[in-house]
């Protein structure tokens, strides 16, 4: 039987070889987002490009691929999983080994030796003149990238400081902000200092990016003072005053906010936000659990679905929970720990989708390395995760048209960290 690291390698080499854009070694980002698009296309299952760069190895990392990424790699490969996959390999493995060739005279022996000699030397020739053409750059042995948020204000600079880096002029040097892959600055590599503004609150990992290879990286935390509402705009949000969303100790966002600033979601798809980016305290991905009460109020025009996105911050990612409309959930994405994402076109999420008439309770419990997620009390979806310990930065509301917060409890098995009632 062949071990599982072979089986991974030989499944990224077939992928490769199908997806028909060479040797893997010289992919962009943009190569991994076409690949991301087709595997979604062929399969129905939406890989982040992290995770695939860090198949491919473009990012350090230490953890072995999760079995719905491996699922998603074999079904690509037109296996029905992974299991399938690796039988089929070791079935190919273990069959007999095919009869000794006819012996080929010593004179026509001496040719094909004579030809393969040459062509060694051509291949080497070809070899050395490519691997001079696309010499890789000279980077410091510990490479140094450290960030310092300037004010506790948002919007927000940051400053960072990283180590001058020898690299060609047909090399890029960036500074990516977060996950979001459009979210990159160039900066010059003979630098050693940049700046960057951050427009909404959070817990990003900033990257420092050489070409597509992450050399650094540094979290940036970006706290809010309180609950902060906001109307999504790209790339600057409209910032509301704490009276236009937060009355009568209740968060909502409605019509006339809206109104205010010449915005109605009839005509114009509209999402509005409500952040509270803050430590918790001792309240960890292992062992919490999040209940909440939640209503999308619009019902008219361009929102027909009155999408909700529920997102739980963690060191280094997000837990996203979806809510829609029933009729809606095809469209859904649910995301748990380390960018792990379920779509609706190939996953039952129909436990999400609601008749949006009232306040809708949703739950989250992490425990025994288990996400389960109940809406109005009746379980909607139970999925088992890597383990993973990571601190809670905060929790962010995201409503398509307008929306409201009733309440919020986040706690874990021993006390309760953090109420809103």
Request: proline share 4%.
């Amino acid at each position: 039987m062949l071990a599982i690291e072979n089986h991974i390698t030989a499944c990224l080499r077939a992928v490769e070889k199908k997806f028909k854009k060479g040797d893997s070694i010289h992919w962009s980002t943009h190569d991994f987002e076409q690949l991301a698009n087709a595997i979604h296309i062929k399969t129905g299952v939406l890989l982040s490009v992290s995770t695939l760069k860090r198949l491919w190895g473009k990012v350090k990392h230490s953890n072995k691929p999760n079995r719905s990424t491996l699922d998603a790699l074999a079904k690509y490969l037109e296996h029905e999983d992974w299991t399938i996959y690796v039988n089929t390999r070791n079935v190919v493995e273990n069959e007999p080994i095919a009869a000794p060739r006819a012996t080929i005279p010593i004179a026509k022996k001496l040719l094909l030796a004579a030809a393969a000699v040459g062509v060694v030397l051509l291949l080497t020739f070809y070899y050395f003149k490519s691997s001079a053409a696309t010499e890789k750059p000279v980077l410091p042995a510990n490479i140094l990238f450290e960030s310092n948020v300037v004010s506790d204000e948002i919007p927000n600079s940051v400053v960072f400081k990283f180590s001058p880096l020898a690299v060609g002029e047909d090399t890029k040097v960036e500074i990516q902000q977060d996950w979001d892959l459009r979210k990159r600055t160039p900066i010059d590599g003979t630098d050693s200092i940049a700046t960057s503004i951050y427009y909404r609150p959070g817990y990003f990992k900033a990257k420092l990016v050489v070409g597509d290879s992450i050399v650094g990286e540094d979290d940036v935390y970006i706290p809010t003072k309180g609950w902060m509402g906001l109307i999504e705009q790209n790339p600057k949000p409209i910032y509301l005053k704490t009276e236009e969303f937060y009355n009568n100790n209740i968060l909502a966002i409605d019509t006339l906010a809206l109104a205010g600033y010449g915005l109605d979601p009839a005509h114009k798809e509209t999402w509005v936000s409500f952040y509270n980016i803050r430590e918790f305290g001792e309240l960890y991905t292992d062992d919490f659990t999040m209940e909440t009460s939640i209503r999308n109020t619009w019902k008219e025009g361009a929102s027909p679905c009155q999408n909700i996105r529920l997102g739980i911050l963690y060191d280094g990612g997000a837990v996203v929970i979806p809510l829609s409309r029933k009729g809606c959930i095809s469209d859904l994405g649910l995301m748990s720990f380390n960018d792990v994402m379920l779509s609706g076109k190939n996953h039952d999420l129909s436990g999400f989708g609601t008749n949006t008439e009232g306040f809708q309770t949703v739950k989250c419990e992490s425990k025994n390395n288990t996400l389960v997620f109940y809406v109005n009390d009746i379980l909607a979806l139970s999925i088992p995760t890597e383990k993973i310990s990571k601190k809670i930065m905060g929790i962010v509301y995201h409503f398509e048209g307008t929306g409201t917060v009733k309440n919020l409890t986040l706690s874990n098995s021993n006390e309760v960290f953090f109420k809103y009632e």
